[in-house]
């Protein structure tokens, strides 16, 4: 932990730990949700699904890293217990009991719509009293911004080919 950097965060620095850390229960929830999908995933398209959900998983395991890193900074530390994950987050896990893409599509487009807004507040919470976790949250919300992007345009492109047929 870094005594000045602790220092310079001008607000509840205990409080700020726990929203992290809620933020990172959602980041493993959304990491194992994408993964597991990407292996279960069944239907048209699957192939381009299957290659945009392991993309985000991998991004979202970058996540918790990076919200990791900060609590760790802030002389806090991650939830330890796998088991924590579920009761601490914000957005909670879908277990992708229907593999069909397009379901696992509107699934993944909610939790990202949940994501955004749980990063949108935190950036809230931050701005003008801890600039570190500011810029970091921020990059994580493009991130977050772009998956929910990325998946409505898969399922744009997925109902133009259904309808196609």
């Known amino acids: 932990m870094g005594t000045k950097s602790r220092e310079i965060v001008s607000l509840d620095v205990n409080k700020l730990l726990e929203l992290l850390n809620k933020a990172y229960a ?3 929830l959304a990491y194992y949700q994408y993964w597991v ?3 279960v995933a069944k239907g048209p398209m699957r192939g381009a699904v299957v290659a945009e959900l392991m993309e985000h998983a991998e991004e979202e395991l970058k996540h918790a890293g990076m919200l990791t890193e ?3 900074q802030l002389g806090g530390e991650p939830l330890l217990d796998p088991e924590e ?4 987050s914000n957005c909670g896990y879908d277990a992708p009991k229907d593999p069909a893409v397009k379901a696992l599509l509107e699934q993944n487009i909610k939790g990202e719509q949940c994501a955004i807004e749980v990063y949108h507040k935190l950036l809230a919470f931050v701005k ?8 970091m949250i921020a990059e994580i919300l493009e991130d977050e911004v772009e998956h929910e992007e990325d998946l409505q345009a898969l399922q744009e492109d997925m109902d133009v080919m259904l309808k196609g047929k």
């Open 70 to 72: 900060r609590m760790l």
């Open 128 to 135: 003008d009293k801890d600039i570190v976790t500011y810029n």
């Open 85 to 88: 994950w579920k009761k601490a």
């Open 37 to 39: 999908g990407a292996q």
């Open 26 to 28: 959602d980041e493993w």
